[in-house]
């Protein structure tokens, strides 16, 4: 089994709680205040019209935006992830997510391992890469990749430092059928032991959920 | 899961060779640099000849040189990211003061090998009197540092604003301005058998400066 798997059986339950969590980009733009609290092991998920702010919840999960109001918090075993550390903790995906074009693949792993700080680079890239079937590439560049392949890519990123929160913007964009089902087999084999957090309308991706909110901001519809 | 000791370290140094890995494979600021560097060079050699003992003019004309061959891609550090739609991927493996150090620390290096050659070419093209080497090279040092320094603030600032290069320009202009006048001064100074203490003064104030402004600005820098 993978190094991520392992590494997260051995952690500890992971929580999120959120209250009155809301952030502005401009006028009529973000995400209307939530409040949640979601507890490992499980899978939650966000839904929600398009422009209602799914995936900048996300990235306040993920400490990549820092909320205009409200509090995120990151729980481990019952001791709250100061922001700084976060990024240890959680593995994120999303479609936003582009890598260097003049680094291979393993190589674009290798920086992120090296720059999070793991102990064992070549093993971790290498582990993660196989889970998401995408070995046999490894050294070729991002930009050879077609679409669902890059998908995979952004997974095994998330999968990289064995994470115990996963945080997946609609993470089967692009993808085939079979990387659908890779989708799922990774969503299940973490949700026993991490959080899995699904922001997506596509209710393929988010039916196996324990936990769903739906984001009930403006959206398109709100703002026209 | 990554070890917590030295992981800011862990990240500079991973961030810096990335950097490098992708300099070299793209050559995409160094050639252009160089290019300018030599080409002025070669061009105000031919247009009027040696400039022998007018050292007003060589420490002017030492730091125009140096300052629009480094400016252009000094001010591409974080553009490039942003551009390449790459800054997602680095902002969720490395915190943004780490981030800052490692193209910091890979503009003074860009900055030293271009000084490697550019500057023995102006000394040999333009018939510069022997410097005072000790005086030479510690104004040269430490006008690199403030300039690689505020290049590299300053292209964080405006990388994710709109109109960037005309902004870059404005901003940059009254903040390079000082370490300007100190550099300039200075290298004429040593020329000229003076004493160049105050602008070495100068120029380690303004570095620390801007360095320590950078630390502490980075962190608020990308929270949206």
């Known amino acids: 089994m993978s190094v991520a798997l392992r590494s997260v059986a051995g952690a500890e339950r992971p929580s999120i709680t959120a209250q009155g969590v809301w952030h502005r980009y401009g006028p009529g733009r973000g995400l209307e205040p939530v409040s949640f609290a979601w507890c490992g092991p499980s899978v939650a998920a966000v839904t929600g019209a398009n422009g209602s702010g799914k995936s900048t919840l996300l990235k306040v999960l993920a400490g990549l935006v820092a909320p205009s109001g409200g509090t995120a918090t990151l729980s481990i075993g019952g001791s709250v992830v100061p922001n700084r550390a976060r990024r240890r903790c959680v593995g994120y995906a999303s ?130 | 899961m990554p070890s917590n000791g030295s992981s800011s370290a862990a990240a500079v140094w991973a961030v810096l060779r990335k950097e490098c890995r992708s300099e070299w494979r793209t050559r995409y600021g160094l050639n252009a640099a160089l290019l300018f560097a030599v080409t002025t060079l070669t061009a105000v050699s031919f247009a009027i000849g040696r400039l022998g003992n007018r050292t007003d003019l060589l420490a002017a004309l030492l730091w125009i040189v140096l300052l629009f061959a480094a400016l252009a891609s000094l001010s591409h550090a974080f553009v490039r990211e942003v551009e390449g739609r790459t800054l997602l991927l680095l902002r969720l493996v490395a915190s943004p003061a780490a981030i800052a150090t490692g193209k910091l620390v890979f503009n003074l290096l860009f900055l030293g090998v271009l000084e490697l050659v550019t500057v023995p070419l102006f000394l040999v093209l333009m018939g510069a009197p022997p410097p005072r080497w000790g005086a030479f090279l510690g104004i040269l040092g430490l006008g690199s540092i403030a300039l690689g320094g505020c290049a590299t603030l300053v292209g964080a600032v405006i990388s994710q604003a709109r109109g960037r290069g005309a902004l870059y320009a404005a901003v940059s202009f009254p903040l390079l301005l000082p370490m300007l006048a100190a550099a300039v001064s200075g290298t004429r100074a040593q020329w000229e058998g003076g004493p160049v203490g105050s602008e070495a003064r100068l120029l380690t104030a303004y570095a620390a400066a801007v360095v320590g402004a950078s630390l502490l600005l980075y962190d608020r820098l990308w929270e949206d």
Do not use: K
């Open chain 1, 95 to 224: 479609p936003d997510l582009m890598f260097y074009d003049e680094l291979s693949c393993a190589e674009n792993l290798a920086f992120a391992g090296e720059a999070l700080g793991l102990r064992d680079v070549r093993r971790a890239f290498t582990a993660a890469l196989d889970q998401v079937g995408l070995g046999r590439v490894a050294e070729d560049r991002p930009g050879a990749l077609s679409s669902g392949m890059l998908q995979r890519l952004r997974l095994a990123l998330a999968l990289l430092h064995g994470p115990a929160v996963l945080l997946l913007d609609e993470p089967t964009s692009h993808m085939d059928d079979e990387g659908r089902d890779l989708v799922a087999r990774v969503v299940e084999r973490h949700r026993r032991a991490g959080l899995v957090v699904i922001a997506s309308n596509d209710e393929r991706e988010w039916r196996i959920a324990e936990q769903r909110i739906e984001l009930r901001g403006r959206g398109l519809g709100g703002a026209a």
